[in-house]
């Protein structure tokens, strides 16, 4: 019983953390940058991914979005420029999304802040 209360325990404490995590970034990204957190976020995989183009489901399969999800989020990527999206020549249910310049400075403004974030709430204190 011991084991299964510590293992409660600790899923509330990583629970409570990520909410505290994910709020502040969700407002100083909006804040600052005009950015939710999902679109920071796959301005953030298209980044690591570093090729020209990706699937969207090579995307999603490195993010915690559904695929419909992160369709949404990159349309309204696309909207402010961030992004591009292509059919696949070779399947045209294929959908390529391909982050545009603009997209690239926007993703290297608010990484500043989103590492600032993630230092003030993951850093441990000495």
């Not at 502040?24 to 804040?31: F, H």
């Not at 600052?32 to 679109?39: D, I, Q, R, V, W």
């Not at 249910?93 to 310049?101: A, M, N, Q, S």
Request: hydrophobic share 40%; net charge neutral; glycine share 4%.
């Amino acid at each position: 019983m011991k084991a299964e209360a510590d293992l409660i325990v600790r899923w509330r404490e990583l629970a409570t953390c990520y909410n505290a995590v994910a709020c502040a970034l969700e407002r100083a990204l909006q804040d600052a940058h005009g950015l939710t957190m999902s679109e920071y976020e796959t301005l953030d995989r298209l980044v690591d991914l570093n090729s020209k183009k990706c699937r969207m489901q090579e995307v999603a399969a490195a993010m915690y979005l559904s695929q419909s999800a992160l369709s949404r989020t990159v349309a309204r990527l696309e909207k402010q420029g961030y992004v591009q999206r292509a059919l696949c020549q070779n399947d045209r249910r294929g959908i390529f999304v391909e982050l545009t310049d603009a997209g690239r400075r926007h993703h290297a403004e608010a990484r500043e802040t989103h590492l600032k974030i993630l230092a003030e709430h993951l850093t441990p204190n000495p």
